[in-house]
T-cell receptor, first 114, second 110 residues
Framework: GAGVSQSPSNKVTEKGKDVELRCDPISGHTALYWYRQRLGQGLEFLIYFQGNSAPDKSGLPSDRFSAERTGESVSTLTIQRTQQEDSAVYLC????????????FGPGTRLTVL | GENVEQHPSTLSVQEGDSAVIKCTYSDSASNYFPWYKQELGKRPQLIIDIRSNVGEKKDQRIAVTLNKTAKHFSLHITETQPEDSAVYFCAASVMNDMRFGAGTRLTVKP
């Protein structure tokens, strides 16, 4: 079946602009995660959604970052007033709940802030 | 929350040799330990995982061991090949809260 998809694949923006990144999880996956990966670095947890529960926002680096998810469908990650240090690949992953926690990653969105 | 440490950060081996990557975790409640391989410019892909009720798991040239008492788990790759060159991430999970290690860049020299 279809895997996790993300759009756009690449985004170049000017400093100070807002950007919106989209993630389509695997159908039926109740858990959805956003990660940030800077060049040559590890996976930095940003936010986690589980069904209709309140999201775990503990990884968001500042109040310029926010994310939404409606039910068990699409999620959007919004970065307001982008800064050059926001440049990174933003990865989305989804997993099935009930103890099966293998995460399947999307291809990522490469964000470049000029 | 969970904290995962991974060593070494870089590892270079000769083709055919073995490679070992080690991780430690802090939350004793963690019960699921996956390993991901990320090739240059690609997404992380699950290569093997182990759950807390198992001490060792093997899949062809790849094996993972878990020591719950020491809160330590390791990835072993035998008979390494150039296509094993990638960044490897360990992770530890409590329910659906998964935290990753910083990654190990493995280079296999032909």
């Amino acid at each position: 079946g279809a895997g996790v998809s993300q759009s756009p694949s690449n985004k170049v923006t000017e400093k100070g602009k807002d950007v919106e990144l989209r993630c389509d999880p695997i159908s039926g996956h109740t858990a959805l995660y956003w990660y940030r990966q800077r060049l040559g670095q590890g996976l930095e947890f940003l936010i986690y959604f589980q069904g209709n529960s309140a999201p775990d926002k503990s990884g968001l680096p500042s109040d310029r970052f926010s994310a939404e998810r409606t039910g068990e469908s699409v999620s959007t990650l919004t970065i307001q007033r982008t800064q050059q240090e926001d440049s990174a690949v933003y990865l989305c992953a989804s997993s099935v709940d009930r103890g099966l926690v293998t995460q399947y990653f999307g291809p990522g969105t490469r964000l470049t802030v000029l | 929350g969970e904290n995962v440490e991974q060593h070494p950060s870089t590892l270079s081996v000769q083709e055919g040799d073995s490679a070992v990557i080690k991780c430690t975790y802090s939350d004793s409640a963690s019960n699921y330990f996956p390993w991901y391989k990320q090739e240059l410019g690609k997404r992380p892909q699950l290569i093997i995982d182990i759950r807390s009720n198992v001490g060792e798991k093997k899949d062809q040239r790849i094996a993972v061991t878990l020591n719950k008492t020491a809160k330590h788990f390791s990835l072993h790759i035998t008979e390494t090949q150039p296509e094993d060159s990638a960044v490897y991430f360990c992770a530890a999970s409590v329910m659906n809260d998964m935290r990753f290690g910083a990654g190990t860049r493995l280079t296999v020299k032909p």
